[in-house]
């Protein structure tokens, strides 16, 4: 199993046994998140890009991890995700380089997963 597939799989299985706890107050809490990071004064790239920069920073990686996956879904390069690891590591200093590294192997394996799961070109077949 990838390490995508694996973080991705673990994450919405245990959110389903949360929710179905049905505890109002998360619920709501997690609703909060959800509307936070949709469109608004700021656009939903810039917002992923925020989210994981201060994951970096405070140094959670599944955080990190969910916002490496959301980065990719709004097609942030490669050149713009490098931009926010620098500041990410120059905000929250040497302590945060682990959980870079980590980022790295989670966005080359979001890079790789796609090129894997692309179906082959018509001269391929």
Request: glycine share 4%.
């Amino acid at each position: 199993m990838s390490l995508v597939t694996e973080f991705n799989d673990y994450r919405a299985r245990m959110n389903e046994k949360i929710m179905a706890a049905d505890n109002k107050v998360i619920k709501r809490f997690f609703n909060l998140d959800t509307n936070t990071y949709q469109a608004g004064a700021i656009d939903v790239r810039t917002k992923e890009m925020l989210g994981l920069a201060c994951s970096m920073v405070l140094r959670c990686d599944d955080c990190i991890k969910y916002h490496l996956g959301k980065c990719h879904e709004e097609d942030i390069n490669d050149e713009e995700i490098y931009e926010v690891f620098a500041i990410a590591n120059l905000i929250g200093g040497s302590i945060v380089i682990p959980h870079f590294r980590r980022a790295v192997e989670y966005w080359e394996a979001l890079k790789e997963e796609v090129v894997t799961a692309a179906p082959p070109h018509a001269h391929d077949a």
